[in-house]
């Protein structure tokens, strides 16, 4: 039965996200999923992450308590961000529950109401949520698949009146995309964004899940006053942690508070300390490149078994960071019909493309986004060949269709 309780206008528009739906189609035990960007499970570090619990609630009577953000877990953040390549202050540090939580307070910090906003065409649905509430102007841009952000599209953007309120920007290991931004474009979106003084955010859950020697620089390495960076524990510790951070301008903490405060009063005391109490055992450093070297496997088993079982026409690239590879597909396939069947007959789940799609442009229908990270190369290999089987068998059915239609 629905209720007649009167909803707030903006809330007319919204759908459940594609990405929720499929965290319960993939919840089925017997469901080989690509779908979600889920680090792997076997690798949490739950038995040293259980001892760091315990030593907190036995040693530390504060936890459970009210109180307020955690100076040592900032100042790790400083070292993890000193990883990152980005130098700077405790005084600059802002302690969230995940970098979505960040983001809904740097949205809230920033955005009025039917405001503008700049990002991509094909940009991580989470912030598009983020921005329902405000009714915002959407101004999208493209994204070039080797070197990222169409920054000159930016900067046309930025030349209009009234100017955007911010820039949305995943530099490295893009969502759903894959790519990471050329250091050119970084260097020249930054330079924009100082010279029109519209902040970027800049939203960095895999720059340290890099697959190469080295990470490239984030936006924010080349400009502390219009970067707002945000991290997350989510994808190098665990996501149940429902930790992460900001790094942003210094007068910003204080509105940041008062935000923070109104929606959940202050950091979970027990697992801010529990997480301070893992990286001081100096877990993590040694957890990141395990975790890369893995990641690394994930990835190149994808794209071999892409490239052994996928037809001609379809394409993608390596990605460099991240947890995701983007593929396009013949047009002649159609995204939702390939996961109704991938689904229905080989209990396989992927994101189509479409689901990323922001503003009214147009969108290709035949493009997925496959998560490497969560499946053993073994299950990868089988799991792509009975995708590809079903991608053959509809192209082969087209082709026939065609026929059929020149008779
Ligand atoms: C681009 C991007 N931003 C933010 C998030 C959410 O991160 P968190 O779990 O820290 O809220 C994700 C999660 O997949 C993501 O891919």
Redesign the pocket.
């Known amino acids: 039965m629905s209720s007649d309780i009167p909803l707030a206008d903006w809330t007319m528009g919204i759908s459940r996200s594609a990405?929720q739906d499929m965290l319960t189609t993939c919840a089925r035990p017997d469901m080989l999923s690509f779908a979600?960007?889920l680090p792997a499970a076997e690798l949490f570090p739950t038995e040293k992450y259980a001892q760091s619990l315990a030593r907190v609630l036995s040693n530390d009577p504060r936890s459970l308590q009210y109180g307020p953000p955690l100076q040592r877990l900032k100042q790790q953040v400083l070292e993890i961000m000193r990883l990152r390549g980005v130098h700077c202050r405790e005084e600059q540090i802002f302690l969230?529950?995940?970098?979505?939580?960040?983001?809904h307070m740097l949205t809230r910090l920033l955005l009025n109401p039917g405001g503008r906003v700049v990002m991509e065409q094909m940009t991580?649905s989470?912030?598009q949520q983020v921005l329902q509430p405000y009714c915002p102007t959407i101004l999208t841009v493209p994204t070039d698949l080797d070197t990222g952000m169409d920054v000159d599209a930016v900067e046309r953007f930025l030349r209009e009146e009234p100017r955007p309120s911010l820039i949305y920007s995943?530099a490295d290991?893009?969502?759903p995309l894959s790519v990471s931004m050329s250091v050119e474009k970084r260097r020249r979106l930054v330079e924009l964004a100082r010279r029109f003084r519209v902040p970027i955010i800049e939203?960095?859950?895999?720059g340290l899940l890099f697959y190469g020697d080295s990470c490239m620089p984030p936006l924010r390495s080349f400009d502390a006053d219009w970067v707002c960076y945000?991290g997350?524990?989510?994808?190098i510790l665990a996501?149940g942690v429902?930790?992460?951070w900001l790094v942003v301008p210094e007068n910003l903490v204080a509105p940041l508070s008062v935000i923070k405060e109104s929606i959940d009063i202050n950091m979970a005391t027990l697992t801010q300390r529990a997480v301070s109490d893992y990286i001081g055992t100096g877990d993590l450093s040694d957890h990141l490149p395990v975790l890369r070297a893995e990641y690394r496997r994930r990835r190149d088993a994808m794209l071999l078994a892409l490239q052994t079982h996928f037809p001609t026409g379809a394409r993608w690239r390596t990605p460099e960071s991240?947890?995701f590879c983007w593929v396009e597909l013949p047009v002649q396939i159609n995204g939702s019909e390939l996961l109704r069947l991938a689904i229905d007959t080989e209990k396989i789940a992927f994101i189509p493309g479409f689901a990323f799609h922001a503003g009214n442009g147009p969108c290709l229908g035949s493009a997925l986004r496959l998560n490497f990270s969560a499946n053993s190369t073994a299950v990868i290999e089988d799991g792509i060949a009975r995708l590809a089987r079903i991608v053959n068998g509809l192209l082969s059915n087209r082709k026939l269709d065609d026929r059929r239609a020149l008779h």
């Open positions: 990405l979600l960007g969230t529950a995940g970098a979505q939580q960040g983001m991580y989470g912030f995943v290991g893009h969502n939203d960095d859950p895999y945000v997350t524990f989510s994808k996501p429902r930790t992460g991240g947890l």
